[in-house]
């Protein structure tokens, strides 16, 4: 079947309704049940409103859902790879009938679009996965949105405004504004060009390649991941990203976020990309090599060539051509990457750039561009840029407080980052004064620690943090969140329990033993001991400063400091 015999005649440029019919479905909406979506989802709904997944008028119904697993088609036969559904929990498909409208919000309520639900089903998740694996063994997500028993909806849509974005506003232009560009510069071939990671020199110079020999523009976007706001990386990658098209002649390479993320499902996603990309105005698409997740030697994997053949064999009905990575090789004379087709590597540079950014080395001038290398070196800092949290451990009376203060000074003295203090009574008093002893409130109260010195961290200050933190579990969960921006060294302050009650500074241990305090730690309640703290400082061993003096001796030996 042609490309052009299968698709509906219409050609609305959004599913957006006029405003006076959203007025009415605002109004309507107050007796409508809604839906919150979660961050894959609303990138869902967007590609659906702006049309990039074009022809479909709304989620999938189960029939559409059954065939686009079965063959790959709607039921009109339309090529479609992948179901787009609407998940919700069992609980709220329960009070739902076929026919009903639901209201479509964002995680903050503000009402997106009014489904018409005409189909309710429990999925077989697991047939989901076997049928959208086949025919490569690649992992798959579906539509599930992480619900783990999720019911789905099908319908038509009616959009009510485009989910809010306020980050890089001037270049997220929908399918229809990129395909209007393309009319007015004249591009009539386009290779669409996605990666979820930063493109340096040797990218540059693959990318001029495909454009020469296809006598085609580019458009370029970065792949984002749902989460996308949580992360610093997302800016740091569309920033790389702009100052990267920066390094191409304007009629040559366009810049474009799209709300398209990874979905890891093979095969069908690429294949979903392709009619993404095809509603973006393209006309090719630029195919990476999944498995090279590091430079190899000599050419690609026959997965590889197998994936691109699977695609090119379908690219009468997707309208899009798939095109492979070039083999690079640097060319020692020029310092330049150039095509190697009897040889040299598929060239990823992007770990060894972040490598030597971290390692506070400098990046040799043909792997990168200045203006790329500036952007990532805000994200990607040597470790002695980096925000770190100083967690210390232990039972009460092990000195945890008093080498926090003396480490605070230092640090202070040194001058180099802001220095933050969370001593265990600090927090009790301003964050926690609301928390008992009881387990749950322990691990509530060191997963606050671990969320301060994260935002401390992520902003290139050292968190000093010195509460008791008995379970492994609220320790695990703050270096969790705090090695997402910067360091974390756990100092296990094991001075012996015997000592601490001997010097038993606040009488407490006396209170305990008398019965008068109730879940001691150490006494009557548990201290589960860190497995691999980076340090075990024991105070009775060593004096004050001898034990401040190790742990800055260890900042020092890993460059923290
Ligand atoms: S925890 O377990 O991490 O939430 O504890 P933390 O916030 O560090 O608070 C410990 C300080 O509270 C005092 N205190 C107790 N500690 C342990 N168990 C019980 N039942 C208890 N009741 C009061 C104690 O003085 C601790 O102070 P430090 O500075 O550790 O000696």
Not at 312 to 332: F, K, N, S, Y
Not at 464 to 475: F, N, Q, T, V
Not at 485 to 497: A, D, Q, S
């Given at each position: 079947m042609q490309y052009s015999d299968s698709l509906p005649a219409h050609n609305a440029e959004s599913l957006l309704v006029h405003f006076r019919r959203a007025e009415l479905l605002k109004e309507?909406?107050?007796?409508?049940?809604?839906?919150?979506?979660?961050?894959?989802?609303?990138?869902?709904?967007?590609?659906?409103?702006?049309r990039a997944f074009y022809p479909l008028e709304g989620y999938l119904g189960r029939e559409d859902y059954k065939s686009v697993l079965s063959d790959m088609r709607l039921r009109d036969g339309t090529l479609w790879p992948l179901p787009i559904c609407l998940a919700v929990s069992e609980e709220f498909a329960a009070g739902l009938s076929e026919g009903e409208c639901v209201a479509v919000r964002d995680a903050e309520g503000f009402m997106l679009a009014v489904l018409t639900v005409s189909d309710i089903w429990k999925p077989d998740l697991k047939a989901e996965a076997r049928a959208i694996r086949d025919p490569f063994p690649e992992g798959a997500d579906g539509c599930h949105g992480g619900l783990v028993e999720p019911w789905y909806l099908g319908g038509r849509v009616e959009g009510v405004s485009y989910p809010q974005r306020y980050d890089f506003t001037d270049f997220r232009l929908t399918p229809a504004e990129v395909q209007r560009f393309f009319v007015q510069k004249g591009w009539r071939k386009i290779v669409a060009v996605q990666a979820g990671r930063p493109l340096h020199k040797a990218d540059r110079a693959m990318l001029e390649e495909i454009a020469h020999d296809q006598?085609?523009?580019?458009?370029?976007?970065?792949?984002?991941k749902p989460s996308m706001y949580f992360s610093v990386d997302h800016f740091s990658l569309v920033r790389s990203f702009q100052q990267f098209v920066e390094t191409f002649p304007r009629s040559m390479a366009k810049l474009n976020l799209t709300p398209w993320f990874e979905r890891r499902m093979g095969p069908r996603g690429a294949l979903l990309r392709a009619i993404v990309n095809k509603n973006y105005g393209c006309t090719h698409m630029l195919v990476w090599d999944g498995a090279k997740a590091e430079p190899r030697q000599n050419a690609f994997s026959e997965e590889y060539e197998a994936h691109i053949r699977w695609l090119a064999d379908r690219q009468e009905e997707t309208g899009i051509i798939p095109v492979a990575e070039h083999c690079m090789a640097l060319d020692q004379a020029s310092c330049r990457y150039v095509r190697s087709d009897g040889g040299g590597r598929c060239v990823n540079d992007h770990n060894a750039v972040v490598k030597r950014l971290t390692l506070g080395e400098p990046v040799p001038e043909w792997m990168s561009f200045p203006g790329v290398l500036k952007e990532l070196s805000r994200t990607?800092?040597?470790?002695?840029?980096?925000?770190?949290?100083?967690?210390?451990?232990?039972?009460?009376?092990?000195?945890?407080?008093?080498?926090a203060k003396i480490l605070f000074v230092k640090l202070l003295e040194l001058n180099s980052r802001p220095v933050t203090l969370l001593d265990g009574d600090i927090v009790r008093t301003n964050l926690s004064s609301e928390l008992s002893f009881s387990k749950e409130h322990r691990n509530l109260n060191v997963i606050r620690i671990g969320f301060v010195a994260s935002e401390i961290v992520k902003n290139g200050g050292v968190a000093i943090c010195a509460?008791?933190?008995?379970?492994?579990?609220?320790?695990?969960?703050?270096?969790?969140?705090?090695?997402?921006?910067?360091?974390?060294?756990?100092?296990?302050?094991?001075?012996?329990?015997?000592?601490?009650?001997?010097?038993?500074?606040?009488?407490?241990?006396?209170?305990a033993r008398a019965g008068i305090i109730k879940g001691l730690t150490g006494v009557d309640d548990p201290y589960i001991e860190p497995e691999n703290p980076e340090l075990r400082i024991d105070t009775s061993e060593l004096s004050p400063n001898e034990a401040a003096h190790e742990i800055l001796l260890y900042l020092s030996e890993h460059r923290f400091i």
């Amino acid at each position: 079947m042609q490309y052009s015999d299968s698709l509906p005649a219409h050609n609305a440029e959004s599913l957006l309704v006029h405003f006076r019919r959203a007025e009415l479905l605002k109004e309507r909406a107050v007796e409508f049940k809604s839906v919150n979506l979660n961050p894959s989802q609303l990138c869902n709904l967007e590609m659906l409103l702006n049309r990039a997944f074009y022809p479909l008028e709304g989620y999938l119904g189960r029939e559409d859902y059954k065939s686009v697993l079965s063959d790959m088609r709607l039921r009109d036969g339309t090529l479609w790879p992948l179901p787009i559904c609407l998940a919700v929990s069992e609980e709220f498909a329960a009070g739902l009938s076929e026919g009903e409208c639901v209201a479509v919000r964002d995680a903050e309520g503000f009402m997106l679009a009014v489904l018409t639900v005409s189909d309710i089903w429990k999925p077989d998740l697991k047939a989901e996965a076997r049928a959208i694996r086949d025919p490569f063994p690649e992992g798959a997500d579906g539509c599930h949105g992480g619900l783990v028993e999720p019911w789905y909806l099908g319908g038509r849509v009616e959009g009510v405004s485009y989910p809010q974005r306020y980050d890089f506003t001037d270049f997220r232009l929908t399918p229809a504004e990129v395909q209007r560009f393309f009319v007015q510069k004249g591009w009539r071939k386009i290779v669409a060009v996605q990666a979820g990671r930063p493109l340096h020199k040797a990218d540059r110079a693959m990318l001029e390649e495909i454009a020469h020999d296809q006598g085609a523009s580019l458009l370029l976007s970065p792949q984002l991941k749902p989460s996308m706001y949580f992360s610093v990386d997302h800016f740091s990658l569309v920033r790389s990203f702009q100052q990267f098209v920066e390094t191409f002649p304007r009629s040559m390479a366009k810049l474009n976020l799209t709300p398209w993320f990874e979905r890891r499902m093979g095969p069908r996603g690429a294949l979903l990309r392709a009619i993404v990309n095809k509603n973006y105005g393209c006309t090719h698409m630029l195919v990476w090599d999944g498995a090279k997740a590091e430079p190899r030697q000599n050419a690609f994997s026959e997965e590889y060539e197998a994936h691109i053949r699977w695609l090119a064999d379908r690219q009468e009905e997707t309208g899009i051509i798939p095109v492979a990575e070039h083999c690079m090789a640097l060319d020692q004379a020029s310092c330049r990457y150039v095509r190697s087709d009897g040889g040299g590597r598929c060239v990823n540079d992007h770990n060894a750039v972040v490598k030597r950014l971290t390692l506070g080395e400098p990046v040799p001038e043909w792997m990168s561009f200045p203006g790329v290398l500036k952007e990532l070196s805000r994200t990607y800092k040597p470790r002695w840029k980096q925000g770190i949290t100083l967690f210390f451990t232990g039972l009460s009376g092990a000195g945890k407080s008093t080498l926090a203060k003396i480490l605070f000074v230092k640090l202070l003295e040194l001058n180099s980052r802001p220095v933050t203090l969370l001593d265990g009574d600090i927090v009790r008093t301003n964050l926690s004064s609301e928390l008992s002893f009881s387990k749950e409130h322990r691990n509530l109260n060191v997963i606050r620690i671990g969320f301060v010195a994260s935002e401390i961290v992520k902003n290139g200050g050292v968190a000093i943090c010195a509460p008791i933190a008995p379970y492994a579990e609220s320790r695990r969960h703050a270096r969790g969140a705090v090695e997402h921006y910067g360091g974390f060294v756990e100092i296990h302050v094991c001075t012996p329990l015997s000592v601490c009650e001997q010097r038993d500074r606040k009488g407490i241990y006396a209170k305990a033993r008398a019965g008068i305090i109730k879940g001691l730690t150490g006494v009557d309640d548990p201290y589960i001991e860190p497995e691999n703290p980076e340090l075990r400082i024991d105070t009775s061993e060593l004096s004050p400063n001898e034990a401040a003096h190790e742990i800055l001796l260890y900042l020092s030996e890993h460059r923290f400091i």
